[in-house]
């Protein structure tokens, strides 16, 4: 059996994971057997598949392990914590898996410059506890945090619930350690702020998806820990009124609003139905708003936030609100953004536009869905601030509608610059969807890339681009 | 006469210039003459050199310019507000200079998504102020304003004052559209915040210096215009009392502080000398900072100010203070910061190092100057909040004392994990010095992504990597 790159053959792959051994110890490298215990992903439940599993316990190692890959033009596939939705970390059988899990150390904290130094294999909700307790904040958080892993974030540019406030994680990485294709360790440990010595070559690796290289170390910069917390969550009688509310918090809020997820109705109503979440406000509003802010004076924050709020009210945009008394209360507000398990199975979209096409787009991919046939539906919710809406359609029917989904999903963003993806990437799942967001010369440029950092095609082979 | 790049004669070049003469219309373009009524650069009086100077109206013709050049080996630089002091756009005289300076129109601003698309040409002042008209601040300040153009700032990832809070420009750039040496237009402009479809192709022309490709538009991240602000100069005895102030107004103003700069007594003292600007503060002390913050809501962001002020002077660590009455007061404060032509002649350089490591890295410097000339000194000042100072040293002689001066700055980086350039970039004059800052994998990888974005070498020839 060749591989896909037609470099070698079976043989050739067993004499690889055979020198793997020799090198790391055989407690190190997994085979087909031990593989298959794990799932393929979060999201996909069957036995994982790949020739060998192969665990360095540091740059080194990892490098002398691609050497060998690269030499022998055996394909590599990186994973983190599996909670990507594009499969974009899937391995074949005939690859060898590279897992840093015995790489996740915070290898440093520095107090003073506000950076860590954290090893790619490191678990998200680890690392924000872990430097909470020393002050800090982990700007970056999302839904996945239980799994997800520092490598796999700096790998897929993960963006999450607070991208308004602090960015996509690419803001926050100062410092990057890169293991190429061939091998070679490219360190570029930068922990200033301000680096203009010759190109910027972390860019390259932050969100290529492991097709160009390997991370594993990150400096990230951190934020100070916020002290006071206001949430709220209303409604809202149109579109207009949930954009004019986050223009007024943007600008009322100093800077401090830090998450403003909006849910359309058509997601709010299946989630609080009888035997989902209770509903914290009534079912028959337009729109939904969870907004949040973060600072550092209680009493203060709390009364102007009250103030931006009641504006609201008094110029009517706000319909209704509830705020929570406890923290109790507020993670029961949370749970009907994050926890959507009562509306599934559908199928999961995330793509990105600008805030003033949205109501638009909703309407197109409605209209689209109830041409193609009268039970179909889409449930809308997103981070607005950041252009990205998440939408789920229905019914799924175990996955036998969903072309015809795709094709009403992606192709109601015609003419109106949106993205295929906002924050989970091409993978395997959107890449035949590449092009609606990326011109001709773009992809032909990515490619050049592709081809001048991995010559051999071993890394993350038919991720992205083929 | 060959081109550096040995691909044509002098012929050719007279060649390409008539024929971009015929595409754009003689008023297009200048000859040599016209070009030597310019000044080199902000810097340097000496006249310009140059073989035409070309000034496309539009992408498509800029796209046609280049690719007459690509096709006749013509090398090419492009030159924004020339106000650079790295000769990162100086053009030799048989070079093809490209100015946008037609092509400086905001094409749009989005008041919902808040972003705007800007020209390259656009000079900064001039997009500052036409912001500010419509309630939102450009993010990026410099001392140049008044010269430099976006396309030169986004091509030297350009930092600034308010870097600690809002980000070099990398941070601001959503989109970009860039003309690549071949002449093919690669659009990528996206507005939104998220955007993960694909390898983000924008970063390898973000701070490459024109070296890669011609920046020709861009979509540029706003943020709310502030309402209030609150200055303050303050002395410190100690490099440790700096540092912790800086984290007391980090941390105790929810994100609000836009500025923190640290004058040394080395450069506050001569520029406070009798004949330069009156001294707000003792001449006697060993720090002295200027910070500013800026809000929504004057009185409480005033009283919260002063809190963090009073509690600095309660814990010891500001020994005095000036808060300025008027605006008048304030710009007086800048100046001493800003206006340092009173202790001219002198090299000027900019480097980037941790926090923690500054106090000891000025010592170094210091001690090395007095090793070299008992007259020698070093006058610094910074902004630390972003591992940045800056520094002069003296004395001047007319450059006879270049080699020496870089070799003492530079060379007290060693071990402290520094950047031989913070914000200026490389250009010619910090060529020599790159490779202490990078590994020799990373300028590897440089010089492979030069040649394959330019293949025939006409980019901005000679500049950051040979």
């Avoid at 999201?43 to 060998?52: E, K, L, R, V, Y």
């Avoid at 602090?166 to 293991?179: A, H, K, P, T």
């Avoid at 793509?351 to 046939?373: N, T």
Wanted: hydrophobic share 45%; charged share 20%; proline share 5%.
């Amino acid at each position: 059996m060749a591989t896909r790159n037609g470099a070698q053959g079976d043989g050739d792959g067993k004499a690889v994971i055979a020198a793997c051994e020799r090198l790391l110890g055989a407690g190190a490298v997994l085979g087909p057997e031990r593989i298959a215990e794990r799932a393929t992903s979060y999201w996909d439940p069957a036995p994982m598949q790949g020739a060998a599993l192969v665990r360095p316990r540091s740059t080194e190692e990892l490098g002398a392990v691609l050497r060998l890959c690269h030499d022998a033009g055996q394909t590599v596939v990186v994973q983190g914590g599996l909670t990507g939705v594009v499969a974009g970390a899937t391995a074949a059988a005939d690859d060898v898996i590279i897992s840093l899990e015995r790489m996740n150390a915070i290898e440093s904290v520095d107090e003073l410059d506000g950076v860590a130094v954290i090893q790619a294999g490191a678990v998200l909700q680890t690392v924000q506890e872990a430097l909470e307790a020393q002050g800090f904040l982990f700007p970056v958080d999302l839904g996945a945090r239980g799994s997800c892993t520092i490598g796999g974030m700096v790998a897929t540019n993960a963006g999450g619930i607070n991208v308004l406030r602090y960015g996509m994680i690419r803001n926050l990485v100062l410092g990057l350690e890169v293991v190429l294709a061939d091998g070679t360790v490219l360190s570029s440990m930068n922990q200033m702020l301000k680096n203009n010595a010759g190109y910027d070559l972390k860019q390259l690796f932050i969100g290529s998806e492991g097709t160009l290289g390997i991370v594993t170390r990150a400096v990230i910069k951190l934020a100070p820990l916020p002290t006071s917390r206001q949430t709220v969550m209303f409604a809202a009688g149109s579109f207009a009124a949930v954009s004019a509310m986050l223009k007024a918090m943007r600008s009322g809020l100093g800077g401090t609003l830090s998450a403003y997820e909006v849910m359309w109705h058509n997601y709010y109503r299946p989630v609080t139905a009888p035997g989902g979440h209770p509903p914290p406000l009534a079912r028959d509003h337009a729109f939904y708003v969870l907004a949040e802010a973060e600072g550092v004076e209680p009493d203060a924050d709390a009364a102007r936030f009250e103030r931006v709020l009641e504006r609201g009210v008094a110029d009517g945009h706000v319909a209704d609100a509830v705020l929570p008394k406890s923290e109790a209360e507020r993670e029961a507000l949370w749970r009907v953004r994050e926890v959507f398990e009562p509306v599934l199975p559908a199928y999961l979209y995330d793509v990105s536009l600008p805030i003033k096409s949205m109501a638009k787009y909703v309407e197109r991919v409605e209209a689209a869905l109830a041409e193609w046939r009268p039970d179909a539906e889409a449930l809308v919710f997103g981070h607005i601030a950041d252009g990205n809406l998440h939408i789920f359609t229905r019914p799924h029917d175990d996955g036998r509608h969903q072309a015809a989904s795709d094709r009403i999903v992606y192709g109601a963003l015609e003419g109106l610059g949106g993205s295929v993806s906002a924050e989970h990437g091409i993978g395997i799942e959107k890449k035949a969807w590449l092009d609606r967001t990326r011109s001709a010369e773009e992809i032909a440029l990515m490619r050049r890339l592709k081809a001048l950092l991995d010559p051999a095609g071993i890394l993350n082979p038919g991720k992205v681009i083929d």
